[in-house]
T-cell receptor, first 109, second 116 residues
Framework: GQSLEQPSEVTAVEGAIVQINCTYQ??????LSWYQQHDGGAPTFLSYNALDGLEETGRFSSFLSRSDSYGYLLLQELQMKDSASYFCAVGAAGNKLTFGGGTRVLVKP | DTGVSQNPRHKITKRGQNVTFRCDPI?????LYWYRQTLGQGPEFLTYFQNEAQLEKSRLLSDRFSAERPKGSFSTLEIQRTEQGDSAMYLC??????????????FGPGTRLTVL
């Protein structure tokens, strides 16, 4: 089976940097992804790591260490619109995703 | 490209009734997924199709749930004899074969089911 753990909630102020950690256990690994979901909205894809290292996409970066079964999402220059839930997900054959429980990020002015 | 659409957006039903949801994926996507999400949790995989073939079904899915994708385009998810525990948001997502290494799935807005 597969399981993922991430913190339930993080609060930060505008302009700050937030790191959301994700540890996983999986019987087969096809990469670690991150999705953002605003309240009442659909999850939207943010980033993907198949290999160790850092992937940068604008203000968001994602890191993976396969040997540690660990990854993180880094949110920089936080904006109010970044208030949302963030999910890590591991992929399996056929792109089936197993999601973590989500981290709710609250950005304060 | 209008994205993934789902209908209805909301469904309220009484326990024991049958319900059916529809998902229209992005037209060029051959993979379609159904997930269920409850408040404060991440989406939970239910089943997925490649074209019209249902390739995997979650062991958590009871036999009251059935899904079809008859022509490899839209899909339906039916829940028979609904129970209060079925109350959740049902999400549909689609992706293409080309996304094999990217795990990028495009989600619809979901159907929120409330079983009274």
């Amino acid at each position: 089976g597969q399981s993922l753990e991430q913190p339930s909630e993080v609060t930060a102020v505008e302009g700050a940097i937030v790191q959301i950690n994700c540890t996983y256990q999986t019987s087969g690994f096809y990469g670690l992804s991150w999705y953002q979901q605003h309240d009442g909205g659909a999850p939207t894809f943010l980033s993907y790591n198949a290999l160790d290292g850092l992937e940068e996409t604008g203000r968001f970066s994602s890191f993976l260490s396969r040997s540690d079964s660990y990854g993180y999402l880094l949110l920089q220059e936080l904006q109010m619109k970044d208030s949302a839930s963030y999910f890590c997900a591991v992929g399996a054959a056929g792109n089936k995703l197993t999601f973590g429980g989500g981290t709710r990020v609250l950005v304060k002015p | 490209d209008t994205g993934v659409s789902q209908n209805p957006r909301h469904k309220i039903t009484k326990r024991g009734q049958n319900v059916t949801f529809r998902c229209d994926p992005i037209s060029e996507h051959n993979r379609l997924y159904w997930y269920r999400q409850t408040l404060g949790q991440g989406p939970e995989f239910l089943t997925y199709f490649q074209n019209e073939a249902q390739l995997e079904k979650s062991r958590l899915l009871s036999d009251r749930f059935s899904a079809e994708r008859p022509k490899g385009s839209f899909s339906t998810l039916e829940i028979q004899r609904t129970e209060q525990g079925d109350s959740a948001m049902y999400l549909c997502a689609s992706s293409s074969d080309l996304a094999e290494t990217y795990n990028e799935q495009f989600f619809g807005p979901g159907t929120r089911l409330t079983v009274l």
